[in-house]
């Protein structure tokens, strides 16, 4: 999936390609975004948060989110045949609440509405990131021990 940000809004922010060596920089990324979620279900532990990453970790569907040459965040995007999974989509604390992660979602929704798809997504249970994810169209599908799982389906084009 190739995702742009062609956005008048935030004119500095856009995707660039992450490779398997920048494995340790959005580990560390991932782990920074997501510790006060973690510390809150004391579930916080950077070793198991290591190996979860490693588990799926795809760098062919992961960007980077940049804003002024700063990496800001990343997105993971992964598709089969039937949808879009968003797989990870993380902005470091300092930059959350500035709309960048609406701006990303756009995006991703513009090419899913586009090839008819729906897009799947999980969020840890006590994270602020199910609100997030609510506000912006998904829907509540299931709920594990720790996450929750969540759809939007696919719209068209002209739809809101």
Do not use: C, W
């Not at 569907?61 to 002024?68: D, G, K």
């Not at 990496?71 to 995007?77: E, K, M, N, P, T």
């Not at 969020?123 to 609100?131: D, K, T």
Request: hydrophobic share 45%.
């Amino acid at each position: 999936m190739s995702l742009t940000i062609p956005s008048p809004l935030i004119s500095s922010l856009h995707f660039a390609p992450a490779s398997a060596d920048d494995f340790d920089d959005l580990l560390a990324l991932r782990i920074e975004a997501m510790r006060d979620s973690l510390e809150r279900i004391e579930r916080f532990d950077p070793e198991r948060a290591r190996l979860r990453f490693l588990a799926g970790f795809a760098p062919d569907a992961t960007r980077y989110i940049v804003q002024n040459g700063e990496r800001i965040g990343f997105i993971v995007v992964k598709s089969d045949a039937a949808d879009l999974l968003l797989d990870h989509l993380y902005i470091r604390p300092a930059a959350q609440g500035k709309g960048i992660g609406t701006l990303v979602l756009q995006q991703l929704f513009a090419q899913a509405d586009a090839e008819g798809r729906v897009v799947r997504v999980g969020a840890l249970r006590e994270s602020a990131s199910n609100r997030f994810y609510q506000r912006h169209g998904f829907a509540l599908v299931s709920s594990g021990e720790f996450d929750r799982y969540y759809v939007r389906a696919a719209r068209r084009p002209h739809q809101d």
